[in-house]
Every structure is written in structure tokens, then in C-alpha cells.
């Protein structure tokens, strides 16, 4: 995690930058990406035709020559500054202005490790494709990469690769399976029809997937081995941080639930479940999940919230001790946050993934209301509506939240009491 | 005579009970195991359902000539809506059975005047014969039919043929109208149990997809 | 005039169903029968197998039946019962070379295009009944090469043409850049968090028809509209794995497409001119995953050119001159009621607007939907054959320009065009949208 205690958590209120400036300067400036301390704000910006640059609080980026194309800037957790960008067809990934050594045809898929300090890229030259992490390319390409991850230690990287080319329309080859993951480049020995979304154990050292077996037998592996039930469907495993058993949704007889190292964990049975997450500090085991049809809710260890929203539920989290949960609850398309099962009031056009304070007493997040941008505290929105906000970042001692906004084109950095809210 | 009496006894007495219990069991049987069958595994249709689309629906199948399929289709529709009206009509307002049921019950209401009901019946018999020709004259419906088409067809023909034999009282009026009765019987009995139940079903089908088509798809379905 | 009518093969040979047979064992098929006629379906199926009367009055609404002298066994009852019900009535002794036959039936002769409904008193859904029977062959691993070989592609790459992720963003890339010719600070913005829309399409797009992503980003820029693509899978929004009866890809597919937009924070998803995929995404697939509806609102092509229209936001600088007409696809008509929203927008876009007949609701099928185009080569001429009506139909209005919102209509005509010789060409709605609108000025 982000050490956020050497932030500046007195400084009221700073004005950084002033967009409206850069619009000036510039032909044209794209959307602006605040650092995770607010302390910067940086935007591609067009310099010429087909020229492109980093603007990062409106300076520009020192780089010997002009970028063709620039996309996909995003700042990293520990706040570095990178850039997807080619100049003579080579695309390189761009940290803080500087230029990888390692030029590829083409990148994609920019992914960080949890502290940040790991950057990860999908990349392919002369039609191979592997992921590059630090600079460092696998040894190995293959003809197809999709579903790429990264350890949330950053040391590891993972792909779904296609082992065994495919001629057109070869459907029976392609049924006797022709794909399989690959570890930092490693494929397993054992082909599958397919593999998708995959997840690293706490360590990295183990990697599960999902997997098909034929047209209809579905089952998760872990490390190329398969489980030996076959499910009518399944999603994304995970691994348990403590135990380092694998949890993923599975689909049997009479509807979807959890499995655990390949046995049914729930007695209840939903009409969709997925999105599980477990918690280190609780154990607690909870999945979004679908009650019956268009009825959605959060179940914690099997027991479903007696709340349901017709719509969706979305990016639900566990408070840092693991004893509540936030998530995102819909209904007739307005957004709303719901704790542990009660919905704030307030009804949304868009609201993005609820924050915890350090000690869950408060949630946070940003929202999208009438058109206009701002943040809400248990419920209580803040008193200014923006053109844009940064979802909120609480200070370490949870009594004041980080607000990154731009209102009128001016990038402000304000930090907030939570009592004021 | 007597011979005939008690037979006419039991099938004007016990034997209807018997149907009616058939017929009512049976139908309420069908639409429940429908009904447990969406609980079990199709609750989404609930989800889907509109009383209002369901009703718009209905009402459109229900006029002659308010659908795309009755315009395209004349005789047939003719044919199909006569057929219906008789077969409901029949059974409640011929003067016969309408005497029928005060002498069992006591009470009663109007009939229809019987050169009406006769008219009605005969025209009934011809839809039924237009039925019949388009089984075997069209080639789209001809390569459709099977025995239990033909064999349906008969069930819901029979009581008109055998009343109108005994109005009329062509041979043995004794015969035919036994006859009567029995096949009467045996179309209440048949119709939970062969393709008559569209009867039970026409209205849920009509009423589903009419909701699919008004609420989910916001278009016409005739 | 009256058009020929073509003869064409009856037996025709696809690699995927033979050798799909011939691997076929009978648990398989037992095995398949048991999990979809079992377990999958329930009361719609049972009334409408118990409701249908075989009256025949469905025979009208088939192009197929219509287009080929009246061939009885092509009506839609006729369908059923050369499929759903041979399995129903001989189970238990059901042999590979019957699920070959019925997969036939099932995938290449019925687009599920539901004009049937229209002429059932009873409103039996049959294209749901062809549909179980898709499931059932999918299952069975029985089904056209080609449009298996597309759910393969939708299974591992998320779209219907094996583009892969690079080259979904190098095209993307590649049409701003041309785009900028035109406009000169023309966007095509690549994951754009909390934008208003998401614009989605089909793989065919990237792949064949880059110039609707082009002339799309036009639309977009004019109209300043605050709107993204995804960059990652899940941009495609089509779905072949719904046709071949593969529920579980379907699913997988959709999930992909709305968990992207639900990922981007998008108020809704815009999706270019297809009519397949509006299925997929509005009835179908969402419903296999539990969603009662789209959980992020879905707006198609049609309703988002009205909407721009109607809202001023795009105006037409002068009215396309050449005469038109307007084909109404079954998935956005029947499937959606857009109708009268794609007449206000060719009748704002065109001087001369011809209407075939009949229209809207009652239009006759292209006889390329319901993944029929997307079983290729072997089944076209079959497929041109079976829908001498719809050329008829065309022919009959004498329009230059066939305006078709939805991919696989378009390439369907084009076909039927081609073959019957009937002289027009094929557009969608954004092509002429493209050329009649007003454009920013260039400084």
C-alpha cells in the first residue's frame, strides 16, 4: 500500500494548476489525470500535427522528440507518471519523460503492482506477444496473449497464451485445446479449449485460472492443473490471503455459488454470483450475487443482504478490519452507495468505488450528479460541485480526506475535515 | 326402452359428473404443474409479465381481422372465429340444455330460439369440414397434420354432428343423442389431456409473449 | 417484375456438421437431451410444444416459404417439426445423423427473426423453440463450421473475428488519425473514465469496415459529445456463441461488454448500426447472467442518430438526393419498436424516402440474422434462394440506395441483390448521416 503519511495533509487548499491555461498552449489538451497525493495533474497534449507530449502541471515534458501517438497515461500508486507513446511506429513506455530501453511494436494493457513500484505492459513485435514488466520482456512470445495480471507484489506476470497455432476455421483442433497461461512467460504443460481471468496467490507463487474443457465442462485450474468437478459454468478464482485455498464462483445444478479448493463453500444457491473477495483481517468470504432474477445484492458467507437493487451491484470492498462492506447498489439507473446492506439516500447518475476511512466509521466517494462532479461522505455530499473530482483519499488518522478537483479549469488540491461534511 | 333410459340415466347423470370432475381436475392440474415449472425454473417470465401488454395483446387476437394473421388468411379466420363463438356459444344457450339444467338445478336463463342454434350448429359442422379440407388440401398444414390432428378435430365435431342428427332426429333419436352426451363428455375429458388444452394455454402464451413484445420490446405482436 | 425464383442444393455438405457427427456418441447425445429438455427449459417450452394445433397460419409469415414455390416443410411449424419435435417424439433413439439433420434445420433455416409471432393467434415463440434446438446441437458439438469457428473467436478473444487486442487499438488509432484530416482535433478516446458514452460494436468493424469507426468519430466530434471506447476486451457488443446455442459464451461475452462500461463509469452504451447484437446485449444475454435488464442503459444506433437529430446536435447541411428505402431489421424493430424513430431519421437525412411493403413490424426478414449469414459459404446460395421475397420486396419499391441499420441485414441484401440482379446498393444509416451532415469548419 501507498504510504500516505508524508503527504501534505495541512494545507487547506492549493491551486496547482490552471487547465485553462494548457488549453492555451496547446492544440489541444486530453483528459487530465490527478497524482494520488493531488500534488500534480498531468495531461497528453497536442503540440503539432502528430505531435504529441506530457503535460504534467503545466510543464511539459523534456523528451528528445515529439510522441506520433500517446495514450493510456496513468499515474502509479507511488505516484510516477507513465505514458503509452510511438514515434516511428516503436512504442515505449514513458516513466515520469523517460523512455524505456526495450522498443516493441506495439503496448497495451498498462497494469502496476499494489505499491506501484512494478509496471507491467502487454507488448507485441513482429506478431509475438508477451508482457514486459520493469523493461524486462518474458523470454518467450507467442502468437496470442488476453486475461494478462500481475502479483500484487509485482514479481510475477501472467497471461492466457496460445500454445498451439490455429489454422482458419480449425474448430476440431481448436476443441482439442490450444491455449494455456503462462508465469512470466512459462506456459503450464496442459492445454485447455480456454483459459480466462486468472489470479495470483498473496505470494505469487501459485496461479489459478478458469478454464474450459470442452464446448461445456468448465472447472478452474491452479498451476495447469485442473479440479476434478466439472461445472455448468464458472468465474474468476481468487486465493484466500490466510489459507491460500482457491474461492471462485461456480455454476452447478440449481444456480451459481462459491466452491473452495474444488468443494462447494456455500449452502445457498443465487441466480448469478461473482466479484468474491475474501477478507485478511475477517476471513469473511463475500461475492456480489444475484438473490433471483434482476434482484442483486452483497452475500457474506452465503447469506445474502436482505437489500437488492434492480439493476446491478458493483465494486463492493471490506472496511479495513473486514467487519463491514461497501458496494455500489443500482436501481432504474440511478447510483447509490449501500453499507452492509442500508442504502444512503442520496440517489446518483454515477457513483465510483466507495472508499473505507482507516477505521470504518466513514465511506467516501466520488459521484456524478446533474452533470457535475463531487464527493460524499456517509451520505452527506460535499458543498461544491466540480467540473471533475479524484475519488477521495482519507489521511492516515481518517479525520480529514484528500478533495482533487477541477472546478472552472483550476486544479484544486484541498484537503478536508471530515467534519465538515 | 328401458335399456335406453338407464343408459341415457348414466351418461346424463354420473357420467357428466365424471367429466366435469375430469375436465376441472385436469385443467387445474396442467396450469399448476405450468405454474410449478416457472417457480422452478423460469421465474424470469415474472419479471417480464405486464397485466396491461397481456391485455392489448389478448384484445387484438381476439377481433376478427385486427391482426396481420387473421388479414392474411380470410376464410380461415371466418372459419376459426365462427367455430369458437359456436363452440362457446352452444353449449350455455341452446334451449335443450338450457332446460336441461333448470330440470337439474332449478333455475335458468334465456335461450337462443332453436332454428337459431340449429343454423349456428350446421354452420359449426361446416367450419368443422373446413377445418378438415385444409388438412388435407393445403400443403403447409397437410405436412404439418398427424393422426391426432384429424383425431382432435373429430372430439371437437362430434357434439355438433350427433346433436344435430338427434334435433333432427335422423335415424334413432335415442342413438344420437346418447351419442350427444358422450362426446360432449369426451371433449371436456380430452381437452387437459390433447391438443384441445390450448384452450387452457392460448391465454398464458398470448399474454407472454404480448408482454415480451410490449414491455421489453416496445412493439406490436399481431 | 416478377424476379426468378433460384434453384439451389439441397444437400449440402458443411465440414463442421459431418465431422461434428461423426465424433458424436450417443451418451453425448443423451447426455445433451438430458441437461436441455430435462433440465435448461420448463414451461415455455411445454406449452408451446403442447399449444401448437399445426393450423398453419404461420406458413405466411416464413421469406423462406414464401420465397420458395411454398415449400411446406419451410413454414415455421414445418421447421418444428422437421427439429424440436423429431427430438421430442423419438427420444431415446436419437442417432447423430438426426442431430445433423435437425442442426440444419435448426441453425441455417430459421434467422429467429420472430415474424412468426406476428401470425401465431397463439403467439408461440418459435424462434425460441430453434433455439433450444441450437442449444441442444451446440451441446452435441454438431453445427456449422463457420459460425463455430466465430463463437471459438467470441470464446477466446471476446469478439466475433479473432481481432486481437493490439489491433483493435492500432485500428482505433489508426481512424483518429485519419479522422484528423477532417477534423483536426477529431478524438477517438480510449478508456475514458466517467465519459457519457460508450460506443460499442462489432468485430466486423475493426476487422472489414473501419470507415464506420471513421465516420462514427466524425458523428461523435460534431456532435461534442463527452464519449469513449474501451481498449480492452468488451468492446465488442456481438454474438454468434447466442446463435450456435453456446449460453455460457454468451454470457461470458456480456459480461465482458457491460462489466467494461460499468468499469469506464459510462451513463450508457451507444452501439453501432447491428441488430444481432442489440439482441444479445437487450434480452438475451443479459438475462442469462441474472440482469433483468442492461445494467448500464443500452441505446442503439437508430435511437442515438434520432436523438442527435431531433436535439440539433447533428445537422444536415443538405438532404441525401438519391431515392431510398429502409429495411426494419427484426432485432431493433420487433426486437425494439425503433421503427418509427429510424423513419424520422431517414426522413430527416433524405429527400426521397420510399417505404417497402410491408414494413416496420411486418417486414420480412434478410435472411442473414440468427447467425444463418455466419454459417459462410456452403449455405449461401441457400440462403439467397430461400429469400426471393425480400428481393422481390426491394426491387418492388425502385429506390436507388437500401438503407439497413444492422450488419448482418446489410451484407444479406447485398447478396440477394447481387444474385437476383436487383440494382441498388446497400447503406447504414452513418454512411449517409456521414455524408449530409454539417462538419466543423476547418480554421
Redo the contacts between chains.
Keep these: 500500500m501507498t504510504d500516505k503519511t508524508n503527504w501534505d495533509w495541512e494545507t487547506k487548499e492549493k491551486q496547482i494548476s490552471d487547465l485553462n491555461e494548457w488549453k492555451s498552449s496547446y492544440?489541444?489538451v486530453?483528459?487530465p489525470y490527478a497524482s494520488p497525493d493531488g500534488e500534480k495533474i498531468a495531461a497528453i497534449v497536442?503540440t503539432d500535427?502528430?505531435e504529441f507530449n506530457v503535460c504534467e502541471n503545466s510543464k511539459a515534458w523534456e523528451i528528445e522528440e515529439p510522441f506520433e501517438?500517446a495514450?493510456?497515461l496513468r499515474y502509479s500508486p507511488d505516484g510516477r507518471l507513465i505514458v503509452l507513446a510511438a514515434a516511428d511506429d516503436e512504442w515505449k513506455t514513458v516513466v515520469d519523460g523517460k523512455p524505456w530501453e526495450t522498443i516493441f511494436?506495439?503496448l497495451?494493457?498498462l497494469r502496476f503492482s499494489k505499491d506501484g513500484k512494478a509496471i507491467a505492459v502487454?507488448t507485441?513485435t513482429d506478431g509475438e506477444?508477451c508482457m514486459a514488466v520493469n523493461d524486462v520482456p518474458w523470454k518467450d512470445s507467442y502468437s496470442?496473449?488476453?486475461c494478462m495480471t500481475l502479483s500484487d507484489d509485482g514479481k510475477n506476470s501472467g497471461s492466457v497464451v496460445?500454445t498451439i497455432n490455429l489454422g482458419?476455421?480449425?474448430?476440431?483442433k481448436?476443441?482439442k485445446g490450444a491455449?494455456s497461461a503462462a508465469v512470466n512467460g512459462v506456459p503450464w504443460d496442459t492445454n485447455f479449449?480456454?483459459v480466462?481471468n486468472m489470479a495470483f496467490n498473496a505470494d505469487g507463487s501459485k496461479l489459478a485460472a478458469e478454464v474450459?474443457l470442452n464446448?461445456?465442462d468448465?472447472t478452474i485450474a491452479v498451476d495447469g492443473k485442473a479440479w476434478n468437478s466439472i461445472y455448468?459454468?464458472v468465474w474468476e478464482p481468487i486465493f484466500h490471503p490466510n489459507t491460500n485455498s482457491v474461492i471462485a464462483p461456480v455454476k452447478v445444478?440449481d444456480g451459481w455459488t462459491l466452491a473452495q479448493d474444488d468443494n462447494i463453500l456455500w449452502d445457498s444457491r443465487?441466480?448469478?454470483v461473482?466479484h468474491q473477495m475474501v477478507s485478511r483481517q475477517s476471513d469473511k468470504i463475500a461475492a456480489i450475487a444475484?438473490t433471483?432474477?434482476?434482484k442483486?445484492t452483497v452475500a457474506v458467507d452465503g447469506k445474502p443482504w436482505d437489500i437488492t437493487f434492480?439493476?446491478?451491484v458493483?465494486d463492493a470492498v471490506f472496511s479495513p478490519d473486514g467487519t463491514q462492506i461497501a458496494c455500489i447498489g443500482?436501481d432504474s439507473?440511478k447510483y447509490t452507495i449501500c453499507n452492509d446492506g442500508k442504502a444512503w439516500d442520496i440517489k446518483c447518475?454515477?457513483v465510483?468505488k466507495p472508499v473505507f476511512s482507516p477505521d470504518g466509521s466513514k465511506i467516501a466517494a466520488k459521484i456524478?450528479k446533474n452533470g457535475k462532479?463531487t464527493i460524499a461522505v456517509n451520505g452527506k455530499l460535499w458543498n461544491k460541485m466540480c467540473d471533475?473530482v479524484w475519488e477521495p483519499v482519507f489521511s492516515p488518522d481518517g479525520s480529514k480526506i484528500l478533495c482533487r478537483s477541477v472546478e472552472d479549469g483550476k486544479y484544486y488540491r484541498r484537503v478536508i475535515p471530515v467534519s465538515e461534511f | 326402452m328401458n335399456s335406453f333410459n338407464s343408459i341415457y340415466n348414466f351418461v346424463s347423470g354420473p357420467l357428466v359428473w365424471l367429466a366435469f370432475i375430469v375436465f376441472i381436475g385436469g385443467s387445474i392440474y396442467r396450469i399448476r404443474n405450468l405454474i410449478i415449472l416457472v417457480n422452478k425454473k423460469e421465474r424470469f417470465i415474472y419479471t417480464y409479465m405486464s397485466l396491461k401488454y397481456s391485455l392489448r395483446s389478448i384484445s387484438h387476437w381476439i377481433v376478427p381481422f385486427a391482426t396481420i394473421s387473421w388479414r392474411t388468411r380470410p376464410v380461415m379466420t371466418i372459419t376459426t372465429f365462427i367455430f369458437h363463438a359456436g363452440l362457446v356459444i352452444m353449449p350455455f344457450f341452446l334451449s335443450a340444455h338450457v332446460i336441461m339444467f333448470h330440470n337439474a338445478w332449478g333455475f335458468s336463463w334465456g335461450s337462443l330460439p332453436e332454428g337459431f342454434t340449429d343454423a349456428v350448429t350446421l354452420i359449426v359442422i361446416i367450419c368443422c369440414v373446413i377445418f378438415l379440407l385444409r388438412r388435407v388440401a393445403l400443403r403447409d398444414v397437410k405436412f404439418l397434420t398427424d393422426a391426432s390432428d384429424y383425431a382432435v378435430l373429430l372430439i371437437a365435431a362430434a357434439p355438433f354432428i350427433t346433436g344435430f342428427l338427434a334435433y333432427h332426429n335422423f335415424g334413432s333419436y335415442h342413438f344420437w343423442i346418447i351419442l350427444h352426451i358422450l362426446s360432449g363428455e369426451i371433449m371436456l375429458v380430452a381437452i387437459p389431456f390433447t391438443k384441445l388444452r390450448h384452450m387452457l394455454y392460448a391465454v398464458f402464451t398470448r399474454a407472454y409473449i404480448g408482454s415480451e413484445f410490449g414491455k421489453i420490446r416496445h412493439a406490436r405482436d399481431w | 417484375m416478377a424476379l426468378p425464383y433460384i434453384e439451389y442444393e439441397k444437400n449440402i455438405i458443411d465440414e463442421g456438421l459431418e465431422t461434428g457427427m461423426k465424433n458424436l456418441t450417443q451418451e453425448r447425445i443423451d447426455k445433451a437431451l438430458a441437461k436441455v429438455l430435462d433440465g435448461e427449459t420448463g414451461a415455455k417450452l411445454k406449452a408451446y410444444v403442447d399449444t401448437c394445433v399445426h393450423c398453419g397460419l404461420c406458413s405466411d409469415a416464413c421469406h423462406m416459404y414464401l420465397s420458395t414455390k411454398r415449400d411446406p416443410t419451410l413454414t415455421p411449424a414445418g421447421k418444428v417439426k422437421r427439429s424440436l419435435s423429431v427430438l421430442l417424439e423419438n427420444r431415446g433413439n436419437i442417432t447423430p445423423e438426426i442431430i445433423k439433420k435437425v442442426s440444419i434445420v435448426a441453425s441455417t433455416e430459421c434467422n429467429l427473426c420472430k415474424r412468426c409471432v406476428h401470425y401465431c393467434p397463439f403467439g408461440i415463440d418459435i424462434a425460441y423453440m430453434m433455439s433450444v434446438v441450437r442449444r441442444i446441437c451446440h451441446l452435441c458439438g454438431v453445427t456449422p463450421l463457420y459460425i463455430q469457428d466465430t463463437a471459438h473467436s467470441h470464446a477466446v478473444t471476446q469478439n466475433q473475428m479473432w481481432v486481437k487486442e493490439d489491433e483493435w487499438i492500432d485500428t482505433l488509432q489508426w481512424q483518429e488519425e485519419d479522422a484528423r484530416e477532417e477534423i483536426p482535433d477529431c478524438r477517438i478516446p480510449l478508456d475514458k473514465e466517467g465519459a457519457d458514452f460508450m460506443y460499442s460494436v462489432i468485430g466486423p468493424e475493426p476487422k472489414f469496415l473501419a470507415q464506420l469507426l471513421y465516420q462514427t468519430a466524425i458523428i461523435f466530434n460534431t456532435a461534442g459529445l463527452n464519449w469513449t471506447m474501451p481498449s480492452c476486451p468488451g468492446w465488442d457488443n456481438s454474438d454468434m456463441a447466442m446463435f450456435t446455442g453456446d449460453s455460457e459464451i454468451m454470457g461470458r461475452n456480456k459480461r465482458f461488454h457491460y462489466e467494461a462500461a460499468q468499469r469506464l463509469k459510462v451513463k450508457r452504451i451507444v452501439m453501432g448500426e447491428c441488430g444481432h447484437a442489440f439482441r444479445s446485449v437487450w434480452d438475451m444475454g443479459n438475462r442469462w447472467l441474472g440482469w433483468g435488464m442492461p445494467p448500464v442503459p443500452m441505446v442503439h444506433a437508430i435511437e442515438f442518430y434520432y436523438d442527435l437529430l431531433k436535439s440539433g446536435k447533428i445537422k444536415v447541411k443538405e438532404k441525401y438526393k438519391k431515392s431510398v428505402t429502409l429495411h426494419d431489421p427484426c432485432n431493433t424493430i420487433r426486437g425494439m419498436g425503433l421503427h418509427e424513430k429510424a423513419r424520422y431519421v431517414v426522413n430527416e437525412l433524405c429527400e426521397n424516402f420510399i417505404e417497402m411493403h410491408p414494413n416496420r413490424e411486418h417486414n420480412y426478414c434478410c435472411n442473414a440474422g440468427g447467425g444463418v449469414i455466419n454459417c459462410g459459404p456452403p449455405f449461401k446460395k441457400k440462403r439467397v434462394a430461400t429469400n426471393r421475397i425480400k428481393a422481390q420486396q426491394i426491387a418492388d419499391t425502385g429506390a436507388e440506395i437500401l438503407i439497413t441499420p444492422c450488419h448482418n441485414c446489410h451484407s444479406g441484401m447485398e447478396d440477394i441483390i447481387g444474385d437476383y440482379g436487383v440494382g441498388m446498393h446497400v447503406k447504414f444509416i452513418n454512411d449517409i448521416m456521414y455524408e449530409v451532415m454539417e462538419k466543423p469548419e476547418i480554421e
Design positions: 492544440n489541444w486530453e483528459e497536442n500535427d502528430m501517438k495514450y493510456s511494436d506495439f497495451w494493457d502487454a507485441q506477444y496470442f496473449i488476453t496460445q482458419q476455421a480449425e474448430v476440431f481448436f476443441q491455449f479449449v480456454n480466462w474450459r464446448l461445456y468448465y455448468g459454468c445444478k443465487f441466480a448469478q461473482w444475484a433471483s432474477y434482476g442483486w434492480g439493476d446491478m458493483t443500482t439507473g447518475d454515477m465510483w456524478d462532479r471533475e
